[in-house]
């Protein structure tokens, strides 16, 4: 049990020597205004139940005797405990749930999920990240398919030629990259390209069956050579015939030896001059001058011409049969013409030469051609062996064109692939980022259900305060689990005559917050809190103005069961100084309200006798604490008129009390005028005022001071309001003296033992 407490350096109390609170007792009642240092009292007892870690430094030269953490259990109930203990869904008006160390899981389950929505966030975002280079990945795949697709292009006119892959960009784009894997040097332009097509499908490739024959050929030119040399020869009769001379002489050969045809023997008459001077001399002259070795070469001649055209026949013959079958580009018709041409002329060269013996004659030879006709026999082989190896070509070709195709699409895959490893590269940064978070995640999961391991189960707690709202006739609403999360229960207040839907329109007063709170403040004094594992502590209840914003109703249970926990062991002597719960070693209470303050220490009731009762005060913004073993209170009318008569004597030079002051003049002045019938409010003081006395504006800003700023009736309020509020404490006694020296000068008199001028 604590016995003294120091409490030094904190908010009004003294930094030098503190406020000592000596010889405290099993039960300790604390009664002082607000502001006057009450909670500092309860914030001090809470903080020495803390761990040093979570220990506020601001008390840190405070000190007190008695206290024993391993042996007691300190509880407190005030704002903090309310606000730690009592927490209500943001989300859901009128849900809430309790137990401080629920609302600390349950803190610490949001800041968990909280921490698994960032990574989660984070997540999304690198997850919309590969998304987004993956569509960045897929639409250059879609253009690269269809860039290397529109090589296809080139080939449109190829119409008989069928392209593997013609229904199929993937499997198109597949073969071009299969292609690319193996290296090459050359690639056929398209233009060869275009000429092997044509080669090989606009044309009609068969197998020529008929070749040149060359031995004709070859039989042809030796006539030619022995022509040759023949019509290079000068052809002529004999010479020693008297008329040879002269017929050489004028150049008549030729003609006499045609005319001579024309000679008969049996007529005299001369061919040319038709004169009878044919004789047979002259024909024997005629006869020596074109002898045998004359008719010999002329008929070499003849021969030679009739063995020309024969082979020549034999030479076209066999040309005429091959274009029958092959005759690209007219090859055979052309050279077939220029044969025609060169035998016609060589057969006349010829015929001259026969009518000419004399003259030297010269044929053009087929070998002029030779290398037409050699084109004709490579044509042939050439077209042979393509229809031979056609299949294969065309299939050569088919690997050229998609070589072509590759080569021009290397480019725009090599970019596309540089483009797609940057890409793939920043996906598997954001796959190695998305690992992380979701390592980080699954830690916040697994510890979120480490926390809701340690969870208290408050329904047990909830159902005594239903049963403790039941016995003392509550009815304005009953307690509800709606729900559980993370193994905290959530509740609601259902009312009367209301569903059990209806609780999300309705929010919780602060009254009512309060009031639940207490409630539950008193099931852990019970020793309901299981997890604290306090069970064998005693326990040091400390409470501190629980009727703040309660009914009357909410105000009479808070006090009934504040009651029960003081209540004394028995009336024997010994057992009238402890408690009747074994569990409670020790309790104080803190309040501001003199009806609480009266009804919670009102000795007839069966409470512990060990008990004090301290005063605390504020002057000059520093606070006392002093005490006495007093077992009669004063009615709450004659504490506040002690109140400002203490404060009066030790008249504060600031401000800093002038709340409490006023706070406390309006009660008195309530009180009063009530009494003597003026009215229920401290206007009511003003009503025998005289409205053209200035005072007046001074004594209505006034009530407006101490009413908090509310009901301004004049224009002056503000102004005079503005300057009192900041004034000395000394002009609000002055007023108020002022007031009741108008309402009540004797009362004023005889409360202050001071004489009113």
Not at 138 to 160: A, D, H, I, P, Y
Not at 240 to 257: F, G, K, L, Q, Y
Not at 282 to 311: G, V
């Amino acid at each position: 049990m604590i016995s003294t407490i120091n409490i030094k350096g904190v908010a009004s109390y003294n930094h030098t020597t503190g406020v000592d609170i000596l010889d405290l007792k099993n039960l300790n009642y604390f009664f002082g205004f607000n502001g006057a240092g009450k909670s500092t009292i309860a914030k001090y007892l809470r903080n020495i139940s803390l761990d040093t870690a979570n220990q506020n430094q601001d008390f840190q030269n405070c000190s007190c005797t008695g206290y024993n953490s391993t042996q007691s259990q300190i509880l407190v109930f005030n704002e903090e405990f309310i606000d730690e203990n009592f927490r209500q869904n943001s989300e859901l008006k009128g849900v809430f749930s309790l137990n401080q160390t629920n609302a600390t899981i349950d803190t610490q389950i949001a800041s968990q999920q909280s921490i698994i929505d960032s990574y989660q966030e984070r997540k999304d975002i690198y997850n919309n990240r590969i998304i987004h280079f993956q569509s960045l990945i897929g639409e250059e795949r879609q253009n690269l398919l269809n860039k290397c697709w529109n090589e296809r292009n080139s080939f449109n006119t190829f119409t008989k030629f069928n392209l593997q892959h013609a229904g199929s960009k993937p499997n198109h784009f597949s073969r071009i990259e299969e292609i690319l894997t193996t290296p090459f040097n050359s690639v056929a332009l398209l233009e060869s390209l275009k000429n092997d097509y044509d080669n090989f499908y606009e044309k009609d490739i068969e197998e020529v069956s008929i070749l040149f024959n060359a031995a004709h050929y070859r039989d042809l030119r030796r006539i030619e050579q022995k022509l040759t040399a023949i019509l290079d020869e000068i052809i002529v009769g004999t010479t020693d015939v008297d008329i040879a001379e002269t017929i050489d002489a004028i150049n008549s050969r030729n003609w006499i030896e045609q005319g001579q045809e024309f000679v008969k023997e049996e007529n005299d008459t001369c061919p040319f001059c038709q004169e009878e001077t044919i004789t047979s001399d002259l024909r024997s002259k005629f006869l020596r001058l074109f002898d045998e070795t004359y008719q010999a070469k002329k008929d070499e001649i003849k021969n030679l011409k009739t063995l020309y055209k024969t082979n020549v026949e034999l030479v076209k013959s066999n040309l005429v049969s091959i274009q029958n079958e092959f005759n690209p580009e007219n090859i055979i018709s052309n050279l077939l013409l220029e044969i025609n041409g060169q035998v016609e002329s060589n057969i006349r060269i010829i015929d001259e030469k026969l009518l000419a013996t004399n003259e030297k004659k010269s044929i053009t030879s087929i070998s002029t051609l030779i290398q037409k006709l050699k084109n004709v026999v490579k044509s042939i082989s050439d077209n042979n062996k393509l229809d031979a190896e056609l299949d294969e070509k065309k299939d050569k070709m088919q690997d050229e064109l998609w070589l072509h195709m590759a080569a021009k699409s290397q480019h725009s895959i090599l970019s596309n692939n540089q483009r797609k490893g940057r890409l793939e590269g920043l996906i598997t940064t954001a796959n190695s980022r998305i690992t992380g978070f979701e390592s980080n995640i699954e830690t916040a999961k697994q510890l979120i259900e480490t926390l809701r391991s340690q969870t208290v189960n408050t329904t047990e707690a909830v159902e005594k305060i239903n049963i403790v709202l039941s016995n003392c006739g509550f009815e304005g609403f009953e307690i509800v689990e709606k729900d559980s999360q993370n193994n905290i229960s959530r509740y609601f207040l259902k009312r009367p005559n209301t569903t059990a839907n209806e609780f999300i329109f309705n929010s919780l007063s602060e009254g009512e917050k309060n009031f639940i709170s207490f409630l539950y403040f008193y099931q852990l004094c019970l020793g309901t809190d299981d997890i604290a594992a306090n069970s064998s502590k005693k326990k040091i209840i400390v409470i501190d103005d629980p009727v703040s914003s309660l009914d009357s109703q909410s105000l009479f249970i808070v006090s009934t069961l504040i009651h029960s926990l003081i209540q004394r062991k028995s009336n024997t002597n010994t057992e009238r100084k402890q408690f009747k719960n074994e569990q409670i070693s020790q309790v104080f209470i803190l309040t501001h309200n003199i009806y609480f303050y009266k009804e919670v220490s009102f000795e007839r009731r069966p409470m512990c006798t060990n008990f004090w009762h301290y005063k605390i005060s504020k002057v000059n913004n520093s606070t006392s604490v002093s005490g006495s073993y007093n077992k009669t209170v004063k009615d709450d009318y004659s504490l506040m008129w002690n109140t400002l008569k203490e404060i009066k004597s030790n008249m504060p030079t600031d401000s800093s009390l002038n709340i409490m002051i006023s706070n406390v003049m309006r009660r008195i002045i309530e009180s009063y005028v009530n009494f003597i019938g003026y009215g229920n409010d401290s206007w009511s003081s003003l009503q025998v005022e005289d409205l053209s006395d200035p005072s007046f504006y001074i004594k209505s800003a006034f009530i407006s001071t101490i009413n908090d700023e509310s009901h301004k009736v004049h224009a002056m309020d503000s102004t005079y309001y503005q300057k009192i509020i900041h004034e000395q404490p000394q002009i609000l006694f002055n007023v108020f003296g002022s007031i009741f020296k108008t309402i009540g000068k004797t009362h004023y008199e005889l409360q202050m033992d001071e004489v009113l001028n």
